[in-house]
């Protein structure tokens, strides 16, 4: 399993069934004093989806006191417990934990953290679940119908694998206990196909085979098999999502159809119902509406038809952080002369501000599309605040000095070491870069999600909201 910096370590407590309050004893040995911290941030909340995790407002801060233990209220019986390194964009698989547990963590000399060997069945099971090699590597796997069978294959062996090692746990484990593990990780096992199968791209006759392998792969519903459970599965959610996003993507590479997030949503409304519609909807809001293509009016629709209080709860989250008409949410940036950059400052100026971070290829395409449109509006009534999302400052610069990411008339800044954790950024909720947003001269949001020149017809569009704005 991945290590992780322990003063980046984040903890996260999810979903869970029972009633039963308890608490989970963590263990870590002592820290050192060359270390960089000796708090552990965590973030609990007894329900959640994938993509809406890391909720500031679950945030709790752990001291490592004497003896380096610390105990953490679940509030039922079970839940889930998710580790992640804030510098890794991935996520590691939800543990499910029970209440009066012990979890031991082990800290190496520069300060990374680890789960130690010495666990609770229940943890043991789970981390020897995360170690099954799913498939081959993307590189490795070609769009052949011989490679799709390898797959297939790959995916019947690894099935095998995770009962064999479940079944070693009959004694040790309850039934329920064993069923929810094989459910998450079938789940994840499929999850990952999906993946593979939903970016091949070749002949239509062997497109045809991909695709139908696929359909036969998602026969079962996940969701249909998640409801003869009691405990609500980790990837409920993603699981409704991707399975129809890889379908339409297959599609299109077929066909040619079109893929927009009308098809996506209409797919999960008429193939899930309940929870795992609900849960599956409110993924691909998250997931989606990171793009500026994504229709806001789905909003409405989303919220008209999701029962579930947490799904909700996270649309109407994004449809208040992307609301027109308000007044910006203040922030505090800094330029590269370490100056002080707040809205004030700019006041009276249409704002066109795009967040990039060193190192992102989109950023990169963004900034080179952008380069007309800053000639075309630079001496007028425009800023073009460029704001860099990396915590080093050091890195920002490197980025600026490189020409890649911004033109000699942007007004660059950055969030002062906050990265994608400045208040800012997690207003308007951003997880993915570039982004790029319209403020008009009043202060007041146009747009959350503006259109990116990439062609004519989207550059025309863009050209056309500044101008109105100038007006």
């Not at 370590?9 to 002592?30: D, E, M, W």
Request: charged residues 25%; positive net charge.
């Amino acid at each position: 399993m991945k290590n992780f910096n322990i003063y980046t370590v984040i903890f996260l407590l999810l979903s869970a069934v029972s009633i039963t309050r308890g608490q989970v004893k963590f263990v870590v040995p002592q820290v050192e004093a060359t270390q960089v911290s000796d708090s552990i941030i965590l973030y609990t909340a007894h329900d959640y989806l994938i993509r809406n995790i890391e909720d500031a407002s679950n945030k709790k801060v752990w001291k490592l006191s004497k003896g380096n233990s610390f105990l953490l209220d679940i509030g039922q019986e079970y839940s889930y417990l998710v580790i992640h390194n804030e510098k890794l964009t991935g996520r590691n698989r939800p543990l499910l934990i029970k209440n009066g547990s012990v979890i031991n963590l082990e800290i190496d000399k520069e300060g990374k953290i680890a789960f130690s060997k010495k666990q609770s069945s229940l943890v043991e099971c789970q981390l020897r679940l995360a170690q099954l090699r799913k498939y081959p590597r993307s590189k490795q796997v070609k769009p052949t119908k011989e490679h799709v069978d390898n797959l297939i294959k790959a995916r019947s062996d690894n099935h095998n694998l995770m009962d064999s090692i479940i079944h070693s746990y009959a004694t040790s484990l309850s039934v329920d206990e064993r069923e929810i593990l094989r459910s998450n990780c079938m789940a994840a096992i499929d999850l990952a196909l999906f993946s593979i199968l939903g970016r091949m791209n070749s002949d239509a006759t062997t497109m045809a085979y991909v695709y139908d392998k696929y359909k036969q792969i998602t026969l079962n519903s996940r969701g249909t098999f998640y409801a003869r459970h009691s405990v609500e599965p980790a990837l409920l959610g993603e699981y409704g999502f991707r399975r129809q996003f890889n379908k339409l993507n297959l599609e299109r590479t077929i066909h040619g159809h079109t893929f927009t997030y009308s098809a996506i949503y209409n797919q999960i409304n008429e193939n899930n119902r309940g929870l795992a519609r609900d849960r599956a909807i409110a993924e691909s809001i998250l997931n989606e509406i990171q793009y500026d293509q994504f229709p806001l009016n789905y909003l409405d629709s989303a919220l008209m038809t999701v029962r579930d209080s947490i799904s909700r709860a996270v649309i109407l989250a994004q449809q208040e952080s992307r609301a027109t008409g308000k007044i910006l949410f203040p922030f505090i940036f800094e330029d590269v002369q370490k100056q002080e950059i707040t809205p004030s400052d700019l006041k009276g100026k249409v704002l066109v501000i795009d967040f990039w971070y060193n190192g992102c290829l989109g950023c990169g395409k963004l900034a080179k599309v952008m380069e007309d449109v800053i000639d075309e509006f630079h001496e007028k009534d425009v800023i073009f605040l460029s704001v860099n999302v990396d915590k080093s400052r050091a890195r920002w610069i490197e980025g600026v000095k490189s020409g890649i990411y911004t033109s000699p008339y942007n007004l660059n800044v950055y969030t002062k070491g906050q990265g994608q954790n400045h208040p800012f950024i997690l207003h308007y909720k951003y997880r993915s870069f570039p982004q790029l947003m319209i403020v008009d001269r009043t202060g007041k949001l146009v747009t959350a999600n503006a259109t990116r020149p990439f062609g004519a017809e989207r550059r025309k569009e863009l050209v056309a909201t500044i101008e109105n704005l100038l007006k």
